[in-house]
């Protein structure tokens, strides 16, 4: 948003999808081979609790424990496509967007997951260039993060119901009859 504000946009724009499309492609390319090598209910597992703590954290996250968003982007001899793509490419490597790519393409197959993950990114990207703080203005970043924490929330319950054996349901109802009984004696 910052280079946005201060540049062209439509250079911002292009290195950033740029940088997330490569992104997307490591984190896509590292999930398919983790899932070629691990078994699938303890990638499920990972995926499960993953999400879980980035659905946590999320909601657990201060107003005093914002993200620093604030880009300082100087004038050099680079173009500043280029320069955007390598921030970008910087900033988010490793990030929980790609851990959480990384960890959808170890349990679905790679190229929607690359495709859809590079169109959201792409798009959250245009909306940041477009939009710029003015939605932040309207909208509290605490309760984005909110937002952000239940979708996480509820794709770790997903992983996770992928991760449950096949009999799960007879192991959790006989969990809740020796809970119950235990409450009632």
């Known amino acids: 948003m910052t280079l946005a504000a201060r540049y062209r946009p439509w250079p911002v724009l ?13 984190a896509v390319v590292f999930g398919a081979v983790v899932a070629a090598w691990v078994p699938q209910q303890w990638v499920a597992c990972a ?8 659905g946590i954290h999320a909601l657990l996250i201060g107003d005093d424990e914002e993200e620093d968003e604030g880009v300082k982007a100087e004038r050099s001899g680079h173009s500043l496509f280029a320069t955007t793509f390598l921030l970008i490419v910087v900033a988010e490597f490793g990030d929980k967007t790609q851990l959480a790519v990384a960890g959808f393409s170890s349990t679905a197959p790679p190229a ?12 959250t990207s245009a909306l940041g260039v477009w ?12 309760l984005l993060h909110r937002i952000s924490g239940t979708v996480f929330l509820l794709l770790a319950l997903a992983a996770a119901y992928r991760a449950a054996p096949a009999d799960w349901a007879g192991v959790v109802g006989g969990w809740l009859r020796q809970a119950l009984a235990g409450l009632s004696a």
């Open 14 to 26: 292009l290195g950033a999808i740029a940088a997330f499309a490569l992104l997307n492609l490591a």
């Open 131 to 142: 939009a710029g703080s003015s939605v932040l203005q309207r909208l509290p970043l605490t």
């Open 47 to 54: 995926v499960a609790v993953l999400f879980g703590v980035f």
């Open 112 to 123: 929607p997951v690359w495709l859809g993950a590079t169109l959201a990114l792409a798009f």
